[in-house]
């Protein structure tokens, strides 16, 4: 086999093994939510809305990815160790 061939497969073989490794945890995900929802409202962080939409969230693992949903809407995803907020659509 090649040189080159032998390194891309073993760079490959890393970069996946750290994307299992460092797939963000449930928690991370619904912290990430709670922050998010209190940043964009003051009033919602008051009441705790981003605490309840973290609660009511469920966390969907792909191995070197995830997901969470909110009522069959993708609120976050995460891949290597970083989480990002999706504003829901209001369409369904």
Do not use: C, W
Request: aromatic letters at 6%.
């Amino acid at each position: 086999m090649p040189k080159n061939i032998v390194v891309s497969t073993v760079v490959a073989l890393i970069v996946v093994a750290l994307a299992f490794a460092l797939n963000p945890s449930p928690e991370k995900h619904r912290e990430e939510i709670r922050k998010a929802v209190g940043e964009r409202s003051p009033i919602a962080a008051v009441l705790g809305l981003g605490a309840l939409t973290a609660f009511v969230s469920t966390y969907h693992p792909l191995g070197v990815a995830s997901y969470t949903t909110v009522n069959d809407r993708v609120v976050s995803v995460g891949a290597f160790g970083v989480v990002v907020f999706i504003e829901p659509s209001k369409q369904k």
